[in-house]
């Protein structure tokens, strides 16, 4: 088992920044990819951004692309989600998550898959004002 915390939610207006950060305990970190989704009221959860094992391959969703930046400390057992010119439609609950398999492959479309993680957060909300 995997088990995942989230903190940094909270609420910021249009055009500023938030830093999520997820730490995680039970098994080697290192051994597993990582992602970050959201989830807005009334729609389903969706990518957000991953990380490879190593932090070598990253991917992002389109909408977030230029604005936030994954990022992991192995040594600190932590992931990271920094978040930039924040907008109203960022808003939601995060969910940080760790791939099911150690060692998982690495390519974009297994990993912007929500069936790809097995162990997740109890998410941290984020709010954006207009």
């Known amino acids: 088992q995997v088990q995942l915390v989230e903190s940094g939610g909270g609420l910021v207006q249009a055009g500023g920044s938030l830093s999520l950060s997820c730490a995680a305990s039970?098994?080697?970190?290192?051994?597993?990819?990582m992602g970050w989704f959201r989830q807005a009221p009334g729609k389903e959860r969706e990518f957000v951004a991953a990380?490879?094992?190593?932090?070598?391959?990253?991917y992002y969703a389109d909408s977030v692309k230029g604005r936030f930046t994954i990022s992991r400390g192995n040594a600190k057992n932590t992931q990271y989600l920094q978040m930039t010119s924040l907008k109203p439609e960022d808003t939601g609950v995060y969910y940080c998550?760790?791939?099911?398999?150690?060692?998982?492959?690495?390519?974009?479309?297994?990993?912007?898959?929500?069936?790809?993680?097995?162990?997740w957060g109890q998410g941290t909300q984020v709010t954006v004002s207009s």
């Open positions: 998550a760790a791939d099911r398999e150690p060692f998982g492959g690495v390519s974009y479309g297994r990993l912007k898959l929500r069936g790809t993680y097995a162990y």
């Open positions: 039970g098994r080697t970190f290192s051994n597993y990819n």
């Open positions: 990380i490879s094992r190593s932090g070598g391959t990253i």
